[in-house]
């Protein structure tokens, strides 16, 4: 594979897990600090340290020397991300988030180590589970 090609793949990588940890800790406080639940907050917990191991399997550093703030064509806040009408929609927004940040390093991983993916595949099922349980509960 062409250096470049493994960088986009990098950055591409880099932006969703950064994406992903940050929805999984919003997730993880909401059920903390909101909803008081430890057996809730544990288990987003244990996901995004999860998470972090198996990215970790990618050689981390060379992930974060790809990245490229100056040069991101996405890094602009839309005005939908600004609108929140309460817990029920940051919570809904950070949980989206995530499944959808997953699912895109299982896909890239595939093109990097194949390995990796089966375990971000369980991951995301997790949390199809784990945000169907909050949504039914509240």
Known sequence: MQKKTVTQLQRTIDANFNRAKEG???????CRFIYDDPKLTRRYKVIRHRLTEVIAGLKILNIIRSRDIAGDVG????????????????FYANSQRVKESVRVLEEFTKLLDTKLAPELKRLRYQLY?????????R
């Open 75 to 90: 890094k602009k806040t839309i005005p939908a991300e600004l609108r929140r009408q309460g817990i029920g929609d940051v």
């Open 24 to 30: 999984l800790r919003v997730c993880e406080d909401v």
């Open 129 to 137: 589970a784990l945000e169907k349980e909050i949504v039914e509960r």
